[in-house]
């Protein structure tokens, strides 16, 4: 994908639930390969409701969303794996790489990730919550997306492993573009090329 290329645009956005207050009015965004946008905002503030309606889980009420492809990092990652089926299987099943490819960047993501490549070969319960969202990540790279939506990815992850994933997902800004959805502002400034804060558009609404 070329660099500057638009992964995702946002125009006029409007979504509430039900009768209740709105929670985007008007909302706009764009994000191009090579940009990491970060969402803040406190609890209830509408992070995940808008990762919803670009994963395409909810339906917004007036506007439009288009967008190229999509890879997420859940922030629950028991929620984004089977229970009957063994982890590898699973990255495989959505994997669209050749084997030898596929084996190439398996390794490479592995030690990125800090995995220790027999965990791929277990099922969810024999896991740590951190080692299956290590492996929710790697699926989520290994699936070469153009927009990689990354939900409060690293809060299941002590500090320096947390870091160590951090940095690999901003090396993935060559080849796509990033929308971080965080409650973690000190993240946000670190890694992003803008910020928008729901807050304040929770109050300008």
């Known amino acids: 994908m070329n660099i500057e290329q638009t992964v995702l645009k946002i ?3 409007s979504f509430g639930y039900h ?3 709105l929670i985007y009015k008007n909302f706009n965004l764009e994000l191009k390969c090579g940009e990491l946008v970060s969402i803040v905002g406190s609890s209830g503030s509408g992070k995940s409701t808008l990762f919803e309606l670009i994963s395409g889980n909810l ?6 969303i288009k967008k190229k492809k999509i890879s997420s990092i859940y922030q629950d990652p028991y929620s984004s794996f089977h229970p009957s089926f063994k982890i590898i299987e699973q990255i495989k099943d959505v994997v669209d790489i050749d084997l030898k490819s596929f084996d190439k960047n398996l390794d490479e993501k592995i030690n990125s990730l800090s995995l220790n490549k027999e965990l ?7 896991l740590s919550g951190g080692q299956l969202q290590r ?3 790697l699926r989520a790279l290994l699936m070469q997306p153009d927009l990689l939506l990354v939900d409060e990815a690293t809060s299941a ?3 320096i492993v947390a870091l160590n994933v951090m940095k690999l997902i901003v090396k993935q800004l060559d080849r796509c573009g990033i929308l971080l959805i965080t409650h ?9 090329d803008n910020i928008i804060n729901l807050n304040e558009i929770i109050t300008e609404n």
């Open 11 to 13: 125009d006029n956005l």
């Open 19 to 21: 009768n209740k207050k």
């Open 59 to 64: 339906k917004p009420q007036n506007g439009e």
């Open 120 to 126: 791929l070969y277990k099922k969810t319960h024999e």
């Open 135 to 137: 492996c929710s990540i």
């Open 157 to 159: 992850l002590d500090n």
């Open 184 to 192: 973690d502002m000190n993240l946000a400034k670190w890694c992003s």
